[in-house]
């Protein structure tokens, strides 16, 4: 193949310490960091290194892929270029993808910071469902509106708010400062936890090394040939499975009739897979379609949170890896398989108020966010990394893996670990000033979909030989046949 080897390391004068640290976490041998390049200038401007976390999340991914296709040639690994300015429309796809010129509705009205008696609440509500039981804990009609909200939180303390409509099956959480999170429970453990894990589900297994067939075809796709049932949903599993599809997989997404999801949502997060609607509960007919579809997967990747699969026997990773062995299987979660919320439900919005990142980048007595969801990106590129490292463990060991990751450690990471250069600050600053704001219509394209006209991002994750785009749009939500291509 005219991909196998490329002479020379990739020399640039900037690099990047939380690309080392996130590579090390993955298990990745040092000496391939030298393969990565980086360079342009994006736009996530922060209080914290914001900027940092998505360049190094693109790049070890990158870097996976990489690895990867290089097992599957035999070659050496490719080179890896980093471009600022893609990975920033990158974390922004959610918000800059169009149908026909038309915006996506990112949040729903109820879904905001809300100030109560005694300090910050943030609630999610975009889904009807979340909603309803929102309004229900604060004993509210279901037609209840922004004014009448304010008017009951106003009148709660955060606390009683976030722990009454949890109990309800809703989701708000109370505004904490770091230090607040650092003492409680749940933040505690989570900073005790690396920022993921890679391991042998059985220590003992014995199933032997992942054979893969050598790559052909004028473009590197190391995950080809691969299956991976998604069972995710937003954010951060589905851009880990969109960019699996990048890379070659064949991704069917599954996902349960009667649970609502948005189209707007699955136009950015769809790209280059297959979604479908199967019931597990239905033993005798969609349960034993699921079951043939997981008896050829090579990949499961896990989004719900901790225990909501239980009711369905066989989901654990143990049971799973007994099932299909050589598997691999990703869980993501929001705060964490552990602590006292480990089977509370969370998103990206939520996860930066509870552990101080709101009142990092807030002011004037206010709570702010991140100018992206970037605990859900960035953790969706660690989360496809993950997958794409154990892979090439497979291929190296044999033996079936499990991948773990939680937005928390991610904000830990980022709140903890990662630190803003001060030199690179002042050149951003001053390329910047001298360019302009930074406009993303270099990195976004144009294609035709089943929806319409669709505008989308292209994908950050670049490696020489690799994938430019996706090799198909997203269709309609659910409307695939549940089968393997």
């Known amino acids: 193949m005219a991909h196998t080897s490329l002479s020379g ?56 892929a990489a690895e990867l296709a290089a097992r599957r040639t035999g070659g050496r690994v490719p080179a890896v270029r980093v471009d600022d300015g893609a990975v920033t429309a990158a974390f922004h796809s959610d918000r800059l993808v169009r149908v026909d010129g038309v915006a996506p509705t990112t949040f729903a009205p109820l879904s905001r910071f809300w100030r109560a008696g005694d300090g910050w609440v943030r609630t999610h509500a975009n889904y009807p469902h979340h909603r309803a039981r929102l309004l229900a804990a604060l004993g509210l009609p279901g037609d209840a509106g922004v004014e009448a909200v304010a008017a009951e939180i106003g009148g709660r303390r955060a606390a009683e708010v976030e722990e009454t409509v949890y109990a309800a099956g809703g989701l708000a959480v109370a505004a904490r400062t770091p230090e607040e999170w650092a003492a409680h429970e749940q933040g505690s453990r989570a900073a005790a936890h690396p920022l993921l894990t890679i391991a042998p589900v059985h220590e003992r297994d014995e199933q ?28 951060a599993g589905p851009v880990a499975t969109r960019t699996l599809a990048l890379l070659g997989a064949d991704v069917l997404r599954i996902d349960a009739p009667g649970l609502p999801e948005s189209q707007e949502a699955h136009n950015d997060t769809g790209m280059g897979k297959r979604s479908t609607r199967l019931d597990l509960g239905d033993r005798a007919g969609d349960r034993r379609i699921f079951e043939e579809l997981l008896e050829s997967a090579d990949v499961v990747v896990l989004g719900y949170r901790p225990g909501a699969l239980d009711q369905f026997n066989g989901m654990t990773a143990d049971a799973l890896a007994v099932r299909n062995p050589g598997l691999v299987i990703a869980q993501l979660s929001a705060w964490g398989r552990y602590g006292p919320w480990a089977e509370r439900r969370g998103f990206d919005s939520l996860v930066q108020v509870a552990t101080g990142i709101a009142a990092i980048e807030g002011g004037k ?43 928390t450690q991610t904000a830990a990471w980022l709140m903890n670990r990662l630190t803003k250069d001060p030199a690179e600050e002042g050149k951003e600053a001053k390329e910047t000033e001298e360019s302009g704001a930074y406009d993303s219509e ?32 997203p269709g309609f939500w659910g409307s695939d046949a549940p089968e393997w291509r």
Do not use: I, K
């Open 442 to 473: 270099r990195w976004l394209t144009e294609t035709d979909s089943p929806m319409g006209r669709l505008r989308h991002a292209l994908p950050p994750v670049s490696f020489a030989g690799g994938p430019a785009n996706w090799s198909r749009p």
């Open 208 to 235: 032997p090394p992942r054979t893969l067939p050598e790559l052909t075809g004028e473009t590197l796709l190391p995950a080809a040939g691969l299956r991976v049932l998604d069972l995710t949903r937003v954010l």
């Open 9 to 64: 390391t990739p020399a640039s004068g900037r690099s990047s310490a939380g690309t080392a640290h996130a590579w090390a976490a993955l298990g990745g041998d040092p000496a391939l960091l030298d393969r990565v390049r980086y360079e342009g200038t994006g736009g996530l401007r922060a209080q914290l290194p914001v900027m940092e976390l998505a360049r190094s999340c693109v790049a070890v991914c990158a870097l996976a």
């Open 365 to 407: 007595g206010q709570p702010g966010a991140l100018p992206a969801q970037a605990l859900d990106h960035g953790t969706g590129y660690l989360l496809a990394a993950g997958v794409l490292r154990a892979l090439t463990e497979q291929h190296d060991e044999g033996r079936a893996r499990l991948v773990r990751l939680s937005l």
